[in-house]
């Protein structure tokens, strides 16, 4: 979708605008979560990180729960990597006991569904290829505390989320390394290696989920994050990367992965983590979580940091496409009435990473209403509304991920 330059004139008159003008804009028109966001609630004593987490950095993070860690979004920074001690936790399971980490090398991996199945230890898939790719990796239900239906689970805003660079085989070597794919397999399906509660059918537990054999040529078994061995809190140490795939599909500890026909039929993944409708049941025929959607949000300047001095200011955010490269980024003033072309800044980590963009715009004082929309390589813009379903998962909506801001 193309968008017009403004003319600059016209863009420095509406800039230089009165006041009350610029007050005014976008504030009255809607009252939605980004006005929401203008006062802070109190701030509650943080609580202490887990202690398979507390290598974290805790002035970076809201602990959620002791299996749910968000990062601030004041503290994304204007880099393009997002440092694992920031970078957000979500776990379905408890995590597995440090212990597994004292000989990552003696790690096995079960492969089936290929014509010559084995277990291969951690050493062993070393040898078969390295690559390192950079990719958003991001939990299904960022954006979810935005819903105003207030969908159960953490109320994530956009913190759960980060781009980091994964080390390990393609797995696509791993399977020619294994005589190649049996016939008929349609799914990747990766099982994680967490203990599972004893009594109970392990499906309605396990961390099990499929994604499409398209995604081979990018998937990737990974040992290290951003130069250093994956820690336990990130799934080391192995973990199924699947490239623009929602974070649920890149499977933590991974102890299997299956070529398979059909999906699993574990509980998260016929039920779990599918775009239910509010009121309805989940139910394997609705739309299951997978491929990220176009997505970006602003990270500064923020309403908590108080009100800005008038003058220049460099508003600054993260844009990606899911499985497609970033073309734009805009950023609007006024909620969403005048879009202005941002810049993007910093190095292009190929089409799985973040973008960072900047718009320097000098502004009068007054209220300012700031979101920002994408638009991939495909043509594809970020939508205004979210897709309203029963989990908060997806949500991609510039309007909700906007911000409110005073200039004095």
């Not at 980091?164 to 290696?193: F, Y």
């Not at 040992?223 to 820690?231: I, K, R, T, V, Y």
């Not at 990473?353 to 502004?363: E, G, I, N, P």
Request: one cysteine or more; glycine letters at 12%; hydrophobic letters at 40%.
């Amino acid at each position: 979708m193309k968008q017009a330059k403004p003319n600059p004139i016209a863009r420095r008159q509406w800039l230089t605008g009165t006041a009350s003008a610029l007050g005014a804009v976008g504030l009255g028109s809607w009252a939605g979560s980004a006005s929401a966001q203008t006062a802070a609630a109190p701030a509650a004593a943080p609580k202490a990180l887990p202690a398979y987490a507390a290598w974290k950095n805790p002035a970076d993070l809201i602990v959620h729960s002791s299996s749910t860690l968000e990062t601030r979004r004041a503290a994304f920074g204007t880099s393009v990597l997002t440092p694992g001690s920031q970078l957000y936790v979500r776990n379905n399971l408890p995590a597995p006991d440090a212990a597994i980490l004292a000989d990552r090398d003696a790690w096995t991996l079960a492969v089936e569904g290929v014509k010559q199945p084995r277990s291969l230890r951690l050493a062993e898939l070393k040898t078969l290829g390295l690559e390192t790719v950079a990719t958003v990796l991001q939990c299904s239900g960022n954006g979810r505390g935005f819903f105003p239906s207030k969908p159960s689970g953490t109320p994530w805003t956009v913190g759960a989320a980060g781009c980091v660079l994964w080390s390990g085989v393609p797995l696509r070597n791993v399977v020619q390394a294994l005589g190649g794919l049996e016939d008929g397999m349609l799914h990747i399906t990766g099982t994680g290696g967490e203990k599972l509660p004893e009594g109970v059918d392990p499906l309605t537990v396990m961390v099990e989920r499929s994604v499409p054999i398209k995604a081979l040529g990018d998937a990737l078994l990974a040992w290290e994050m951003n130069g250093e061995p994956l820690s336990l809190a990130h799934g080391g140490p192995l973990r199924l990367i699947v490239p623009g795939y929602q974070g649920v599909n890149n499977i933590k500890y991974i102890k299997r992965l299956a070529f398979t026909a059909a999906e699993s039929k574990a509980r998260i993944m016929s039920h779990g983590y599918r775009m239910t409708p509010a009121g309805a049941k989940a139910a394997p025929d609705q739309a299951s979580v997978l491929e990220m959607g176009v997505k970006s949000w602003i990270n500064g300047p923020l309403p908590e940091a108080g009100p800005l001095k008038e003058g220049l200011v460099q508003i600054h955010g993260v844009a990606f496409g899911g499985t497609q490269a970033i073309k734009g980024v805009e950023v609007s003033l006024d909620g969403g009435k005048n879009w202005y072309p941002a810049r993007l800044v910093g190095p292009d980590l190929g089409r799985f990473a973040w973008r960072q963009f900047v718009l320097s715009v000098r502004l009068p004082s007054g209220n300012y209403t700031l979101a920002s929309r994408a638009t991939d390589d495909q043509g594809l813009v970020q939508p205004e509304q979210r897709e309203e379903n029963l989990s908060g998962y997806n949500n991609n909506s510039w309007r909700d991920h906007a911000v409110t801001i005073t200039v004095a």
